[in-house]
């Protein structure tokens, strides 16, 4: 292990509450640890600004172990930071060198309001979940579990699409503000599985009609959103959704 | 305090159909009559509010995150345990129970424990049928893998991210009936009063955490779902925003708090690196099936791994149990490693931590075999270390992961409280002293969808609640007392920061008290020594902290004060029950309680039985109450590792 | 009506773009096709003009066919650009990319409005000039160093355009797996590469009088 020690300037987007504007705030941060994980650096950064009688820097975080899908910011113009596959949570101050300036900004999409300087609300996610991402089953009476046999291949396609963890870096990252990666990795992951065969029409339309509700951008195959996905996600989720929407509006 | 644990009569076997029998029904469709409040929304909440909405109640669903899907479920890595038997090698429904009983060192209920492995088959259906991507064969088939603690390979998995897919599972199902508007999900609140009218639960107070609103919420029933309380100890690999205060707030309004003492402590996280750290991370304890611990012989060593020979290692695991080596029990492997590190014999800057070596492993087996086995585990370890295993011996240290404590409830898992029930960490029951791997996923979801709504029904069936409104006067006076609180804790603020303290600098206090003096290993001299210098701590809290801010807005700072001081209200119990609690068993040593071999010595005359505590107030000793265990089916056994 | 909340919604209107755009890409390879017998002799060329406006039923549809999914195309394209940067309001102050290669994707709308500039001057000299006179017209045309430049630039930018074009058509269509990823990747450059080709090496032929 290191024990490597970084100088910083930070420059961070501050902004009271959804009302009022932002405006950014620099900070210097001295002796960072490189083994720190970012988040540590911003709590480091929060204990000094609290000692100083300031007011801490708002961020969302919880699990920071890279799952949750709580944390996220836009470091030095990218989503979560320069690491591929990697979330805020993850990312470790070795990836910076000594006198570095990093901007954090929140991440900006006009279906996710700013609350509170890095805080942003994401529920719209939620929302198109709401609309159509789930298999319609009550609890109890469901046949038993090897009853349809599932090829390996396919369960593991399902998995790849299923290990979204909704942080919303793909909205952030887009130059449109487009859900499409999240909203397709759902639509593909349930499509995929024979469970979710009956509804998939249904689907298609109510969760790709709640994502342009919500105020999200349309898609144009910027390829920014699988560049930032800390899970990897393809975009070939978006090509599947396309399909399903198109089946769906044309033979539905 | 009445402890009346309502296990059914008659064989064990039949104890649930015939409960589920005898209890009583609401009609369905005079269910949309009754509101239940669901706080949190992990696999245990989510699934309760879900099914309790699919069955026809009104559910008011709370949690503390911005989304229903980030409770700390989702972090559960290896997998869920069910008696399924698709492998065909020998399990049962009957095996799955007496592993469990077995693994918790026989320090729960027997009943609780068989319908848990009862139901545990209705899981993994009801997941497959939503959709998990769970592992497959080529053949189509569930694919199941062997964890600790059993013979038989039982446990279903969906990569590394078993706990995630499940959690999406409950939360896709929970999505669907806000869709429909049987739930009424409400993200960011924390809860911070529980609200008794006629001594029944009726209702919460919750705080908003964007706008810092104060708001109550009434129900016929309350069902408590917030997991564990693992950060008391400041380090552990639970999320920053786990936390006891739902739990411990219901206990100041009378729930019992079971076994709060029983803590389990994972001997494979990744070591911290400095006072920085603000959590740590697991990694699978099936790194100890290649890798071989050692620390260097002479204490304060700092040569590097590579140019300490042989003869100056202690492979202390491997010399001291010499038949299960590196493969003891998790609690044994803990407790090695802190002694060693107290012994001054820890490596790493901060000599807190022992190596784990492959080096060995990979001469036997070669790189490629064992990085096919953990590659992905020696990956994460590199992007958080920067070191990698193949080349240099890995660095471990144990850590608090999972609380088999938690509030007291009989079989319909009601607490002592009538109307407020708690499912899954947040209750006591299934894990006794130690919980197996893969235990906590099933746990969680069989309370919350096949159990649940039976023990609901049953309570309106019978008790018949009469409607409330959140303009009575408890409602008020427990708004109220939630503004008072937070009046309180800002009061020191108003004059600046100087002379004080941060918030986490006294989480990191008690943190420390509770885990030199209430760990793995524990003895009287350093109990009392912890439970005198609470108060002092406590004191410095109420009177030292500094909190920036304002109540009415967002304010992290605010949210983490009170979470500490329900923690360091709640240590007092942690260490009276370690305290009171003079046998060694399930995860922790009672030094005093060792056999000759300086083995765990468990005391089944004096202490088969559930530690209750009951709040006698502030200031108060609280009163320490006894549910005796009872086993009529499986003959405790004492373990041993040599 | 079905059709209509189809059209208006992000993946329907993605589904316009790439249809219409296939269809454009279809008028290009007849174009191309055409404007091949240059690389023959002029007569040749003339000779295919007159031949076509011998059939006027079909010029007429196919003109009036062509014109309304250009303009589709360019109308659906700018409300989307519209529409996307309404989605992201707020700009971010350190801009950059995580992926490279992105400046075709990112200047689609710059493309596009160059390309359609260039339509409207190239179908107001030619199009609707004498078709009975088009050889001498283009030799003509050609002849100025200025003119051919432009044209060049315009089929470079065509050429950007199509590189992101063609693969995003795929992509909306729901064409991408990774067995044919590969030949679609090379395809990105090639199909370009052959419209820049032929379209460019006209004017360079009449700058440098090979043409017969």
């Known amino acids: 292990m290191t024990t490597k020690s970084i100088d910083l300037s930070l420059e961070i987007w501050r902004q009271k509450d959804s009302r009022t504007t932002g405006v950014f705030e620099s900070y210097q941060l001295k002796s960072i640890s490189a083994d720190m994980s970012f988040l540590e650096m911003l709590d480091v950064l929060n204990e000094k600004l609290t000692r100083e009688g300031l007011d801490p820097v708002a961020f969302d975080h919880d699990c920071r172990e890279g799952i949750c899908g709580m944390c996220g910011a836009v470091v030095n113009g990218i989503a979560h930071g320069p690491e591929p596959e990697t979330t805020l949570c993850q990312l470790h101050m070795r990836h910076f060198c000594n006198g570095d300036t990093i901007v954090i900004e929140p991440f900006r999409s006009r279906a996710f309001p700013i609350r509170k300087d890095l805080i942003v609300d994401r529920s719209a996610l939620d929302r198109i979940i709401q609309a159509g991402g789930y298999i319609s089953v009550n609890t109890g009476g469901a046949p038993d579990g090897n009853a349809i046999p599932i090829p390996s291949a396919t369960a593991e396609l399902a998995m790849d699409a299923a290990a979204c963890i909704g942080c919303g870096a793909c909205v952030a990252s887009c130059p449109n503000g487009a859900a499409m990666l999240f909203t397709g990795a759902k639509i593909s992951q349930l499509s995929l599985l024979p469970q979710g065969r009956p509804e998939r029409k249904e689907r298609a339309m109510a969760m790709v009609s709640a994502m342009d509700k919500e105020g999200f951008g349309n898609c144009t195959n910027e390829r920014e959103c699988e560049a930032v996905c800390p899970k990897g996600i393809s975009i070939r989720n978006i090509a599947r959704m396309n399909r399903e929407f198109v089946k769906a509006s044309f033979f539905g | ?642 | 009506m079905w059709f209509v909340s189809f059209v208006k919604s992000s993946i329907g209107k993605k589904w316009i773009m790439a249809l219409s755009g296939s269809f454009l890409t279809l008028f290009l390879c007849s174009h191309a096709a055409g404007n091949a017998t240059l690389f023959s002799s002029i007569s040749l060329f003339q000779a295919y003009a007159d031949q076509l406006h011998s059939h006027p039923l079909i010029i007429s549809v196919f003109s009036k066919g062509l014109t309304l999914t250009f303009a589709v195309h360019v109308v659906t394209g700018s409300l989307l650009f519209l529409q996307n940067r309404k989605a992201r309001n707020q700009r971010y102050k350190v801009k950059t990319r995580a992926i490279s290669n992105s400046q075709a994707s990112s200047t689609m709308i710059y493309s596009g409005l160059f390309i359609l500039l260039f339509i409207v001057i190239h179908t107001s000299v030619v199009s609707f000039g004498d078709h009975g006179k088009i050889g001498v017209t283009i030799s003509e045309m050609f002849r100025s160093f200025f003119v051919s430049m432009f044209y060049i630039i315009a089929f470079i930018g065509l050429a950007i355009h199509l590189s992101h074009g063609f693969w995003s058509m795929l992509q909306t269509f729901g064409v991408n797996h990774p067995s044919y990823n590969s030949l679609i990747s090379r395809l990105t450059y090639i199909v370009p590469l052959f419209f820049l080709l032929i379209f460019g090496t006209i004017p360079l032929l009449f700058l440098f009088g090979m043409v017969s």
């Open chain 2, 1 to 642: 305090m009445q402890l009346k644990s309502n296990v059914p009569e008659g064989p064990l076997a039949e104890k649930w159909d015939k409960h589920r029998f005898s209890t009583k029904l609401v009609n369905p469709a005079n269910r949309r009559k009754y509101k239940v409040i669901v706080v949190g929304t992990g696999l245990a909440g989510a699934s309760a509010a879900a099914t309790l909405a699919e069955q026809g109640y009104e559910v008011s669903s709370f949690c503390i995150q911005d989304s229903p899907r980030r409770a700390h479920s989702i972090a559960a890595q290896g997998g869920i345990n069910a008696a399924k038997n698709y492998q065909n090698d020998g399990d049962s429904i009957q095996r799955l129970f007496y592993d469990t009983i077995k693994g918790g060192d026989f320090r729960s209920r027997e009943a609780n424990v068989y319908r848990l492995a009862q139901v545990s088959n209705n899981i993994i259906d009801q997941c497959v049928a939503q959709g998990v991507p769970f592992a497959r064969e080529y053949g189509g088939t569930l694919a199941n893998r062997s964890f600790g603690g059993a013979q038989v390979s039982r446990t279903f998995y969906a990569r590394g991210q078993t706990g995630q897919q499940l959690l999406f599972g409950a939360y896709s199902a929970l999505s669907r009936q806000i869709k429909s508007g049987k739930v009424t999900m409400h993200t960011r609140q924390e809860m911070m009063e529980l609200v008794l009218v006629d001594g029944q639960a009726r209702g919460i107070v919750t705080r908003d955490i964007i706008s810092g609103e104060i708001a109550s919420y009434s129900a016929d029933a309350v069902i408590l779902a917030t997991g564990g309380y693992g950060n008391a100890y400041f380090l552990s690999t639970n999320a920053m925003a786990s936390n006891v205060t739902a739990a411990w707030r219901a206990h100041r309004m009378g729930a019992g708090f079971a076994n709060p003492s029983f803590v389990q402590i994972h001997p494979t996280c990744i070591p911290v690196h400095g006072s920085y750290q603000s959590k740590l991370t697991l990694m699978s304890e099936s790194l100890r099936n290649d890798g071989r611990v050692w620390v260097p012989k002479k204490p304060g060593d700092t040569r590097k791994p590579g140019s300490i020979p042989e003869e100056e290692r202690d492979y202390y695991l491997e010399n001291k149990y010499p038949s299960f080596g590196n493969l003891v029990p998790r609690d044994v492997a803990s407790r090695n490693a802190k002694e060693q590190c107290d012994a001054g014999k820890g490596v790493g800057s901060t000599q807190l931590a022992v190596y784990l070596d492959f080096a060995e492993a990979i001469r036997r087996d070669g790189e490629a075999t064992i990085l096919k086995k953990y590659g992905n585990l020696f990956q994460m370890y590199e992007k958080i270390t920067d070191s990698n295993p193949l080349h240099e011996p890995m660095m471990i240290y144990p850590a608090v992961h999972y609380t088999m404590g938690g509030l007291w409830v009989d079989y319909n898992l009601m607490t002592t409280i009538p109307g407020l029930f708690a499912i899954g960490e947040c209750n006591f029951s299934d894990h006794g002293a130690n919980r197996l791997g893969a235990s906590a996923l099933m746990q969680g979801l069989a309370d919350g969808y096949f159990i649940i709504a039976n023990c609901i029904a049953d309570y309106f069936g019978s008790t018949n609640p009469d409607k409330v409104s959140s303009t009575l006067p408890q409602f008020v006076d427990a708004r109220k007392k939630c503004q008072d609180r937070i009046q309180k804790l800002l009061r020191g603020s108003k004059n600046g920061p100087q002379g004080k303290l941060t918030v986490d600098d006294i989480h990191k206090e008690l943190g420390i008290l509770l885990w030199d003096h209430c760990g793995m290993a524990r003895n009287k001299e350093g109990l009392e020594k912890a439970l005198a210098k609470l108060p002092a701590l406590q004191e410095k809290f109420w009177k030292d902290v500094y909190i920036p801010g304002k109540g009415k807005e967002l304010n992290q700072s605010l949210e983490r004060a009170g979470r500490l001081a329900d923690f360091l209200e709640f240590a007092e119990i942690i260490i009276r029950d370690a305290l009171a609690r003079e046998e060694s068993c399930g995860c922790h040593l009672r030094e005093e309680s060792q056999t000759e071999e300086n083995e765990a010595k468990r005391d089944d005359v004096n202490y088969s039985h559930v530690s209750v505590w009951e709040y006698q107030g502030d200031g108060q000793e609280p009163v320490l109450h006894k549910e005796e265990l009872t086993f009529e089916n499986v003959t405790p056994s004492q373990r041993s590792y040599k």
